[in-house]
C-alpha cells in the first residue's frame, strides 16, 4: 500500500527576516541607554549622553550654577548627539532603502565599535581630563547615531532612551496589547541604570562600557529587519 507525501508549505521567510527581531533588540538597546547614563552622570559629572531631555534641564542647572553640574560638559554632549542624530540620518537615507537589517545591523556595528573605543579610553586613561570630554563626546554621537536610526524604524513605544510617552501610554491607554511592551520598556531602562550604577560604584568606567559594548555588538550581528 503506497502512502501519498503531502507537499511542504515553502517557508515565506526572507534574508531579511533572520534574526532577533527587533522589539527584543529594542529592549536590550533600551537596558544598554540605562548602562550609559548610569556612566555619564555618575562618572562623568552630572550629565546625560543618552537622555537629551534630563540633558536639557541639567543644562539649565548648569547654567543657573548649580553645584555639582558643568555648562561644557553638557554642551559637549548636546551637540555629539547632534551630530551623530545628523550622521545616522544621513545612514538612513542612503541604507534605508535596501534590506533593512542591513541597515540595522551596520549602524548597530557602528554604535559598538564607538563604545568599544570608550572602553579603551575609560581603562587607558581613567583620570586623565580629557578622558571625561572624549567618553561625553563618543558615547552621546553613539546615542545620536542610534536614536536617528530608530526614530526612522518607527517601532511604536521603544525610543530606547527616552520612556515619557512610555509611561504616558501606560496610564492613559489602560490595558492593550502593548502594555507588556511598555512595561518591558520601562524595566529594561530601569534594569541597565541600576546595573551601570553598581558596575561605577565597584569597578570604574571601563567595565560599564565594555558590558555595552558587548550586548550591543552581540545585536549588530543577531538583530532582523522585522519587528
Known amino acids: 500500500m503506497s502512502t501519498q507525501s503531502t507537499p511542504s508549505t515553502p517557508s515565506t521567510e526572507t534574508p531579511t527576516d533572520r534574526g532577533l527581531r527587533l522589539v527584543p533588540v529594542l529592549l536590550a538597546l533600551t537596558l544598554v541607554s540605562g548602562l550609559i547614563d548610569a556612566v555619564s552622570y ?5 550629565v ?7 540633558n536639557v534641564v541639567v543644562l539649565g542647572f548648569a547654567a543657573a550654577g548649580a ?11 548636546l551637540v555629539a548627539f547632534a551630530i551623530g542624530a545628523a550622521t545616522g540620518g544621513r545612514i538612513a537615507q542612503r541604507l534605508g532603502r535596501g534590506p ?28 586623565d581630563t580629557a578622558t571625561v570630554y572624549t567618553l561625553i563626546a563618543v558615547t552621546a554621537f553613539a546615542m545620536g547615531l542610534r536614536n536617528a536610526t530608530v526614530r526612522k524604524l518607527g517601532v511604536a513605544d521603544l525610543t530606547t532612551t527616552v520612556l515619557t510617552m512610555t509611561l504616558t501610554g501606560l496610564a492613559a ?10 512595561t518591558a520598556a520601562v524595566g ?18 571601563g567595565v560599564p562600557l565594555l558590558v555595552s559594548t558587548v550586548l550591543v555588538g552581540v545585536l549588530a550581528v543577531t538583530a532582523s529587519g522585522r519587528e
Open 188 to 205: 529594561a531602562m530601569i534594569a541597565g541604570a541600576a546595573l551601570g550604577a553598581w558596575l561605577v560604584g565597584d569597578h570604574g568606567l
Open 42 to 46: 555618575l562618572g562623568l559629572g552630572h
Open 48 to 54: 546625560f549622553t543618552a537622555n537629551m531631555t534630563g
Open 67 to 77: 553645584p555639582g553640574f558643568s555648562v561644557p560638559h553638557t554642551l559637549t554632549s
Open 100 to 127: 533593512r537589517r542591513t541597515w540595522v545591523r551596520r549602524t548597530l556595528a557602528a554604535e559598538a565599535l564607538l563604545l568599544a573605543a570608550s572602553t579603551v579610553v575609560a581603562l587607558a586613561a581613567p583620570d
Open 173 to 182: 491607554d489602560g490595558p492593550g496589547t502593548r502594555r507588556v511592551r511598555r
